[in-house]
């Protein structure tokens, strides 16, 4: 039996010896390894923080003690630690999350993975555990991957330090790294502080050298000392925090886990905010993600643990084609620039910013200033194309709505992993944006359908100077084209049933990756005895004048998307066809408004009658309702 099976909960942790210790944080190693490359996950990050979620689970006491995980994927260590050791279907229906789940574990806080939002929920657990007399207990925020290039972390940090008698402790898990190296002048000063040398040692220094003198030495070393805090400026430039009025500990060695211990001792003791500023390694222990320089496996896929390659070699994707278009469309425009949050490589702009580096950004994990800043180079003449995943839209959607849209600016958006992404669960399902982003004025938005819609869509979208442009599509591998078997005013006819005479007609209306499953729903209809039309717009968003004129020539219409239904295209096209008097029932099929669990994509569009045997059946009821 390993010394895993018996840890049972944290409080197990505290009888290890120091050799236990380190052999368990081998064990976990391994651990991670062989169960994370059956079934994918954030195998770089968690390998990462092993000797860290050990100590913080020696030194404090969860779940009394409060600990919230920024971001997220961090966070497999202390699922260990806290039970949880069935990773066989980890991120899969009926297995462990891939992040914190309340569901899970007590010792569970914060189960949205969006980054830099961990200092706010530890700075609000605080200040109630202090109206409430609860000065036994202390909040600790782990802060790791980029999280504190997130503007939203300052905010928290500027109120934290307002709060002496707040016990709350900052762990910055410094491994340099978001998905790839972390960028920015944040970085820079952490980057200054791993690689110089520690105040505390040149102060012991002076007093050794300077003691040793006599009386005129000990005056020296007292005047000297006085200048303690432009010493740490000159030597460890930790005054970034300090200014704040926050405590400041460290750099810490994050895989010494007695060093991080004694360092979080000393945190918790003092009774205040206090910033413990440790250096790990993404990786670290598994040859293959050390040497990985993109993003040391930060997520993986089914692999083999031996040479951490593929199980299956990766089919060409959505990303692939607009990384590949974006380098087109770069070469022919010059003004066209590319944005990005912390997300070079995951969103496929790495071959652009190769191309034309100074024509990329990345901003860090900072979505709002990514969406304000395009706004500032469109004014300015550029044409920005932000890309990022569906889901982070959402926290610069004030941005879109002011910044850019209230100013007509040509900003194209890019959305990556738009719709039913599945695995990560529900803070990573990109369902809100046809919804979210359908009440934005001017914004035109396209959902193509495969590979030639893709670089279609784009190409139109950088030619809109005078208005946002919103480009989605899904997550994982193409599939095969869907060509068109007529143009209706812009509107892509991909089938027609023609049915018996007399037949009721139905218009199937599919947006972007549910247009093939529009073709098969109408299939079934037409076994039915059903005059069907099968239609795509490709531009969704407004919706289209055409469209809503094909609604008005048909008995029934049905549109299919994998966003949330509510809000969504399907009640803008029966909100645009009765505003035209048009008395035709519109059926839309969507996403309920309400989290998902982590599921396939498949189980949950199953799971949603989102397939086109059970649309077929709910199209026939209310036909026969109708009737």
Not at 249 to 273: C, I, K, M, T, W
């Amino acid at each position: 039996m390993g010394l895993l099976d018996q840890i049972g909960s944290p409080a197990d942790l505290r009888a290890l010896s120091a050799g236990q210790v380190r052999a368990l944080a081998a064990e976990i190693r391994g651990y991670l390894v062989d169960q994370v490359s059956r079934t994918g996950g954030h195998l770089g990050p968690n390998l990462g923080v092993v000797e860290l979620t050990i100590a913080l689970h020696r030194v404090f006491e969860s779940p009394r003690d409060t600990l919230v995980f920024d971001t997220g994927h961090q966070a497999y260590v202390h699922k260990l630690l806290t039970g949880r050791k069935d990773f066989g279907r980890l991120r899969r229906r009926g297995g462990l999350s891939g992040y914190p789940s309340r569901a899970e574990s007590e010792h569970d806080v914060v189960e949205n993975s969006h980054a830099s939002t961990a200092l706010s929920w530890a700075d609000g657990i605080a200040r109630a555990n202090v109206l409430a007399g609860r000065s036994d207990r202390h909040v600790v925020a782990v802060v790791g991957d980029g999280a504190l290039t997130g503007g939203m972390a300052w905010e928290a940090l500027n109120n934290i330090a307002d709060g002496a008698d707040r016990r709350l402790v900052v762990v910055v898990n410094d491994n340099g790294r978001s998905y790839a190296p972390t960028i920015g002048g944040l970085a820079l000063h952490l980057d200054a502080l791993r690689t110089t040398r520690g105040y505390e040692t040149v102060l012991s220094w002076g007093r050794q050298a300077l003691r040793r003198s006599g009386p005129p030495g000990r005056v020296a070393y007292d005047a000297l000392h006085g200048l303690k805090k432009g010493i740490k400026d000159v030597v460890a430039p930790q005054g970034m925090f300090e200014d704040l009025g926050l405590k400041y500990v460290g750099p810490v060695d994050g895989h010494d886990e007695a060093a991080v211990e004694f360092a979080l001792r000393r945190a918790r003791s003092f009774g205040g905010p206090v910033i413990v500023h440790v250096i790990t390694e993404k990786g670290r222990g598994y040859t293959p993600a050390e040497q990985d320089v993109a993003d040391r496996f930060h997520a993986v896929g089914q692999i083999h643990p031996e040479t951490g390659l593929p199980v299956a070699p990766s089919r060409f994707g959505w990303t692939g084609v607009f990384a590949d278009e974006i380098v087109r469309i770069g070469r022919r425009r010059p003004d066209v620039v590319a944005i990005t949050a912390a997300m070079l490589q995951p969103v496929g702009l790495a071959p652009f910013a190769e191309a034309y580096p100074d024509r990329t950004f990345d901003v860090g994990i900072a979505e709002q200033h990514a969406v304000t800043t395009a706004a500032g180079m469109a004014f300015a003449g550029l044409h920005p194309v932000v890309a990022v995943y569906a889901t982070f839209l959402n926290r610069a959607f004030d941005q879109v709505l002011m910044d850019v849209g209230l100013h007509r600016a040509g900003v194209t958006f890019v959305l990556d992993r738009a719709g039913l992404t599945g695995d990560d669960g529900a803070s990573h399902n990109g369902m809100w944006d046809l919804a979210v982003l359908g009440v934005v004025p001017g914004l035109r938005l396209a959902a193509p359908r495969d590979e030639d819609t893709l670089r279609a869509a784009l190409r139109t979208a950088v030619d809109v100077d005078d208005a946002p442009t919103v480009v989605r599509y899904p997550k994982g591998a193409l599939t095969e084209a869907l060509p068109a078997v007529d143009d209706v005013d812009g509107v892509d006819v991909l089938a027609r049933h023609a049915g018996p005479d007399g037949a009721r007609s139905v218009l199937v209306c599919g947006v972007g990756a549910m247009a093939r499953t529009a073709l098969a729903l109408g299939q079934l209809l037409a076994q039915h005895g059903l005059r069907v039309t099968v239609v795509d717009p490709r531009w969704v968003l407004p919706v289209p004048a055409a469209l809503v004129k094909l609604v008005g020539e048909h008995d029934h219409a049905v549109t299919i998307e994998d966003g949330v239904r509510e809000g969504g295209v399907g009640s803008a096209v029966g909100l645009r066809a009765r505003d035209a008097g048009i008395a035709t029932p519109v059926q839309a099929f969507g996403v309920p408004r309400q989290y998902l669990e982590h599921a396939s994509r498949d189980e949950l569009l199953t799971g949603l009658r989102l397939t086109a045997p059970d649309l077929a059946r709910d199209v026939l009821a209310a036909l026969g309702a109708a009737s």
